[in-house]
Each structure stands twice: as C-alpha cells, then as structure tokens.
C-alpha cells in the first residue's frame, strides 16, 4: 500500500530544481515539480501566509512581501512573524537576506479511501455519569458518533458498526456474531441515517468480551478487503474499559490479535479510542499499536466532540506502520546543510486555512502533546523525526522541510 508521495530536492538559489526517488521499498515515491514564472516552486518572493508581515518562503504561494523564494529571486526582507513559517520553535532567517533556503523536501500523502468497521463498547460502565454528571458516558458517545457520521470530513468514507457485547453474558456473548455488522459498510453520507438509528437503539449492557468482538471485526474487514481493492480497510475500537470475559482477557494477547490482522494479508489496522480510561489508555493503545494504528483519549472537555474528532482522525491515520520520518534534502554542490537552521512546516488544507511551524525538540522524550521534531542524531542528523502527536495528527496535510547552507566544512589535511 502505496502512503506517501516525495518530492524531493525542491530548489536552490538560482532556480535549478532537482528531481530525485526516495522509492527503495515501493512505499514512496520521487516526484518533481516544474519550476515556474523562474520563480522556482511557487513563486517570485516570499509572502506571509501566516500572519501580516512574516519573513516567510515562497514554497506555497505567489505572494509578495519579506522573506526568501525557494528557488527565486531573494525578498526584500520583513519582520519575523510568530504565525508564519518561521515561528517559534523554528530558524528565523531575519530581515533581508540573500536568498539562504538552499534545499527542501515537501512530502504529501498519497491517501487510500477508508473503510472502517466501528465496534462500540455498549458494556454497563458506559451508563457510568460523566464528569460533572452532565450525562452518561453511553449518550456522549452516541452524540459524538452521530456527529461524526455527518460530518463533513466523514464523506467518501465506508463505515459500519457493531457493538460488544451480544446475546448477553458468558458463553453467548463470547461466541456471538461480531464479524456480522449491525449495519454493513457504506458509504457516507448516503449511509449515516442507518447508522444513527442503530446506536440509538442500543443502550449499556452486559461485560466487556473485548478479544471476541475485536476478532470478529477483523475478520470482516479482510473479507471486505478482498472484494474491495483500492481502499483501506480498519477497524476502530471504542471502548470505556479492559476485557472482563471471554479469553483472552489479557491485554497483550487481544494485541496479538490486532497484530494478526495488520501482519497478514489483506492487512487491516486497527484504532483504539479509549473512553474515561485517564492514564490507562496507554495499556489499550498496546494494541493499537500491534494493529498497526493510533490510540485516542477521549476523558475530559466536550466528549461528543473528542468522540467525533477522534473518529475523523481514524480516516487520515499517519503512514503505514505508524512512521513518520523525513529525510534531510540534499544541499547544492560545494554546500551543506546547517541542522540549526532547518524548519520543519505543516502545509495549510480544508480545516487549517494556514500553514503552521512544528517546534523542534531535542529529542522523542521532550515530544509535547502539541507535537514536534527532532533529528535522529543531533551531531550528524540524516532525517527528522516527528513526535507521535505530529504524526498522528497530520491527515491530509503536507510537511516541507526548509533548510539553509554554508559552504561545505573543509577537511583538515
């Protein structure tokens, strides 16, 4: 399955733009982008995108203002802009300049339309009070799922849903029908009436036969699968707490389940939103992460909307296998890239009107829940490294790589 699209080598100083494949695996692949008006990718001068008056590149538009082009003429300078591409957490390249952006990656993803089998906890937990007793987990949720199924951003998409458990307690509810849907994939909008009126006939009930329900879910999707090339089949699983019947109970082998159906042909990943679990969603995000997806907290603030959000997110998940690496561009000959003057840049799409600098941190332990980057290795960085937040978050958006030059060290005799 074909996630991401490079295109490297983007430009340097004069307008030569350099076309190269970072595609060794048939994951990625190379692509070049035509220099145009020589004004290099995307225009004569730097504009601020972010903000009034920012010393930001040309990479994304043909705006006029400060800052440098990416392969054009130099701008006349500006101010630093805290909005723009060179905000905090990023080099500021300052007022005039003579054109320093040497090189730059922009990556995109190259995304598969989603399929996705949604299996919700109905367990008794979730009649629990939310926090402040404003309502119950079960009608949060169901808020929140109906939100998402008529959303915007949820169009396209072919969703179903079951819950867990069926046909009551032990035995029954270990060996019930799971890899049935309730309401079989569609798409919506077209499908989101069917969807709605399932979950609000259901109501919490029973234990928590989590190992069957997830098997069962994935079962149906490679069936799916195979009868629907060209699309990406997951799972997502909603649930307030751990297994409490029906084998196995143990987290790490409910893992191994998830991590059967991301392993083997055709692969299905698996999503965990974890519902009023605090600081124990990260032992559900174990199987997550076997399965080849994200884990999604959903505890505090607006519920129905976390639910929602966290449902969207599922359709745009980061790359296969959960990686998000960027390699460093490749400077003009006779330069080299000065790793204290790289920006790392999210690009702007349907629901972030404008582009956004990603901090730079120093390493994945200093990575924030806002996200970030950092270098494999800070003294001879080879590629960026995004934090987990960062690159679960990333959707559709595209993530440029800004980097300026000196001459290139020269080596004692």
Not at 111 to 130: A, G, H, I, N, R
Request: glycine share 18%.
């Amino acid at each position: 399955m074909r996630n991401w699209a490079w295109a490297g080598a983007l430009g340097c100083a004069l307008g030569a733009v350099a076309c190269s494949s970072t595609d060794t695996t048939g994951t990625c692949k190379g692509s070049c982008r035509a220099a145009e008006d020589d004004g290099g990718l995307g225009g004569e001068s730097g504009g601020s995108r972010g903000g009034a008056s920012g010393a930001t590149s040309g990479l994304h538009g043909d705006e006029t203002g400060g800052g440098t082009s990416l392969g054009g003429a130099p701008g006349s300078g500006g101010a630093p802009n805290a909005g723009g591409l060179f905000g905090a957490g990023g080099f500021d390249p300052g007022a005039g300049g003579s054109g320093g952006v040497c090189a730059g990656t922009v990556m995109t993803r190259d995304l598969l339309p989603p399929d996705v089998y949604v299996m919700f906890d109905q367990s008794s937990s979730m009649s629990d009070p939310t926090p402040g007793n404003a309502t119950t987990w079960w009608d949060a949720m169901s808020a929140g799922f109906e939100a998402f199924v008529d959303a915007t951003g949820a169009a396209g998409a072919n969703v179903g849903v079951q819950y867990f458990p069926l046909g009551g307690i032990a035995p029954a509810s270990c060996n019930a029908g799971y890899a049935t849907p309730e309401v079989e994939l569609g798409l919506l909008p077209g499908n989101a009436t069917a969807l709605k009126a399932s979950v609000e006939s259901h109501a919490p009930t029973g234990f928590t036969p989590t190992g069957p329900a997830l098997s069962g879910a994935i079962a149906h999707m490679k069936t799916w699968a195979a009868s629907h090339p060209g699309r990406a089949p997951m799972v997502a699983l909603v649930t307030d707490g751990f297994p409490t019947e029906c084998d196995p109970q143990q987290i790490t082998d409910v893992a191994a389940i998830a991590e059967q159906g991301f392993t083997t042909d055709p692969v299905v990943r698996t999503f965990v939103v974890a519902m009023n679990l605090g600081g124990s969603a990260s032992s559900m995000g174990q199987i997550a992460k076997a399965g080849g997806g994200s884990v999604f907290t959903v505890d505090s603030g607006d519920l129905a909307a976390g639910l929602r959000d966290a449902l969207l997110d599922v359709l745009t998940p980061p790359p296969l296998g959960g990686s998000c690496d960027l390699p460093l561009p490749s400077p003009p000959s006779g330069q080299a890239i000065d790793p204290t003057k790289v920006n790392v840049v999210l690009g702007a799409d349907a629901t972030h009107p404008g582009e956004e600098n990603v901090p730079r941190v120093s390493n994945v332990a200093e990575c924030i829940s806002g996200g970030g980057w950092y270098y494999d290795d800070p003294v001879s960085p080879t590629k960026i490294d995004l934090c987990p937040a960062t690159c679960a978050g990333l959707g559709g958006r595209s993530l440029s790589v800004l980097a300026y030059c000196g001459p290139t060290p020269r080596q004692t005799p």
